[in-house]
């Protein structure tokens, strides 16, 4: 039974990852890092990356869109805060269904703000859901 018998998987995050990173990626995320004081902004514990144990803090694009780089965009998650919000967080959802978690404020008040500038639906009709 080869994968052609599933057909297609219809799940709402398979499409959102494109662009690609910028050149300078690893100079931003680290500013992202530095910013954050090297902490997840989701659980707000310390991850210095750390080889031996596994641990580590990676920046996540909120959006899905490797090429955007605005900073409410970014958010530094350790990777067990990452994995779990890579499919929970959609951008592009236009319903507003949660209260903004402290820690995910800046980021969605950025986010308002690009749609207002760039004068996107989302503003007015909604925004990101998350938990």
């Known amino acids: 039974m080869g994968l052609e018998f599933w057909g297609t998987i219809d799940v709402p995050w ?3 990852h494109r662009g690609e990173y910028p050149a300078d990626w690893a100079e ?44 409410w ?26 209260r903004v978690r402290p820690w995910f404020r800046k980021h969605y008040e950025g986010w308002q703000r690009s749609c207002a500038a760039t004068g996107s639906a989302h503003e007015q009709k909604g925004g990101p859901t998350t938990v």
């Open 28 to 71: 931003i995320a680290t500013k992202v890092k530095d910013e954050e004081g090297w902490k997840c902004e989701r659980c707000d514990q310390p991850h210095v990356n750390d080889a031996k144990t596994g641990h580590m803090l990676t920046v996540h694009h909120l959006d899905g869109n490797k090429s955007n780089v605005e900073r």
């Open 73 to 98: 965009n970014l958010a530094a998650l350790c990777q067990r805060c990452h994995l779990r919000l890579e499919i929970k967080v959609n951008m592009d959802q236009l319903i507003f269904d949660f």
């Open 14 to 16: 398979a499409n959102r």
